[in-house]
């Protein structure tokens, strides 16, 4: 979606992720502690959860809030505040996979991209889980971009010691827990990942620095 300015040159496209990274920012120039969490929004069509970024940034009193920087009124029509977007109407990604493994309570084919049936199921809600742990450890990720248990990889090529590590880090709720386990090589980011970004395909690509453990 465009940004609407006074002419093209000056108009931005943009994914959900630059909408809420945007966000993150500007809340990170006010000193208000912020990071871009990767889930699903139920709220764009009905029965399916959409591949979807937000921003999730901290109150005064130390709790998080989640923020939908793409949702607006004129355009749709939600029932909460854009600014507080309520816990149970966005499962983040390490949700979306609890679901899934608690007991099959939801159909994977669900979980995904509405407009494009390709991308859907547990190999996007793999890949997603890695995206939005990177994410909440300092690292924002492309959607598009994968490396270790995450890229091509299909949930059931994963071996059962992986298939622990996902599900230990789709259920770890603390921070500390998170970074600790987030400093397993399987799931650091690397200097070179890769990417399937839109118009060019699967390539490997050198990121400028290598991100922070």
């Known amino acids: 979606m465009a940004s609407r300015c006074s002419s093209y040159d000056e108009q931005f496209v943009g994914t959900c992720r630059d909408y809420s990274l945007l966000l993150c920012s500007l809340l990170r120039a006010t000193g208000t502690p912020s990071r871009i969490r990767c889930g699903y929004a139920p709220y764009f069509a009905e029965g399916f959860d959409d591949d979807h970024w937000v921003t999730e940034y901290r109150l005064p009193d130390g709790t998080w809030r989640l923020a939908d920087a793409q949702v607006s009124a004129a355009v749709y029509e939600v029932p909460f ?12 990604a ?9 007991a099959g309570a939801a159909d994977p084919e669900t979980f995904g991209v509405w407009a494009d049936p390709g991308l859907r199921g547990l190999p996007l809600v793999l890949d997603s889980v890695a995206l939005d742990r990177a994410a909440r450890n300092g690292t924002e990720p492309l959607p598009w971009g994968g490396w270790g248990l995450s890229g091509l990889r299909k949930h059931d090529a994963l071996t059962e010691d992986e298939l622990a590590l996902v599900d230990a880090v789709a259920a770890a709720p603390a921070y500390e827990e998170a970074r600790r386990l987030y400093a397993d090589p399987r799931l650091v980011v690397p200097r070179e990942i890769l990417s399937l970004a839109p118009f060019h395909g699967l390539r490997t690509v050198t990121l400028a620095s290598s991100p922070p453990v």
Not at 96 to 101: D, I, L, N, Y
């Open 81 to 92: 505040d854009p600014m507080d977007v309520p816990r149970d109407g966005f499962p983040v």
């Open 94 to 102: 390490g949700q979306a996979w609890r679901v899934w493994g608690g």
